[in-house]
C-alpha cells in the first residue's frame, strides 16, 4: 500500500489529504490492494454494491452487457480515478454494471459503508473525505451528460466528431490521445465497429481527421488541404 500512497493523494477522492490522512483512513475503510490481469473482472454484474475503489495503476473499463452478451462501455478509467461509489453511496443491492480491467492493472478497494458512517476512530480526514466524494459524483453526472449527448446525435458520424470534438476540448488542443481503442470507441458509441472503421475512414479521406492508433487531430481547413 505504501507504494501507492502518492497515487491516491491525488486522486479527487483524496484530495488535500497529507499521506498520514491517507494512510488512517485507508485502515479506517478496510483498505485492501487487488491485481487484476487483463481482462479480468474486478466487479461483476449481478454482485454486491457495498464496494468503490480507486484504480492505482493500469486501466478499467466500466461497462453494461445485454442478454445476448453485447458490451457497452460506460466509462473508462485511470490512475486515480473512482468506481463503484454511486452504487455504493445509493445503496443498491446489486451492481447493475461490471467493472474489468483493460490492462494489467491494481486497485485499491474501500468499504463504502463504512465511508458513509461516523468514523468511530475519529479520524479528522473523514468528513474532508465525504465533501470530496460529493464532488466526485457532481463531476460524473457531468461526464454522462456529455455522453448522452454524443448518443443522441443521429448519426455514426455526427456521434463521433461530437466526441472527437470533446476529446480534443479536453486535450486543449486539435491533437489528442483518446484512452479508447477501437472496440471500446465503437461500444462507448453503441455502434459496430465494422461501421465505425468505415465511419473513420472516410472521415480521414475527407481531411476532417487525421489519426493513428489512438492518436488524432481535427484538422482545421488549412490543414484539410494539405492532407489530400
Known sequence: ME????????????AGAAEADARAMLQCLGAVVRRYGRG??????GGPADQMGVVLSGGLQVCREDALGYRTILAALGPGELFGEAYACARTEALPVSVLASADSAVVLLDGTRLLTTCPTACRFHGELIRNLISVLARKNVFLTRRMEHLSKRTLREKLLSYLEEQAAGAGGATFEIPLDRQGLADYLCADRSALSRELGTLKREGVVAFERSRFRLLYPAEAQNEK
Open 40 to 45: 479480468e473482472f474486478v466487479l461483476r454484474s
Open 3 to 14: 507504494n501507492y500512497l502518492q497515487v491516491l493523494c491525488q486522486s479527487p477522492l483524496f
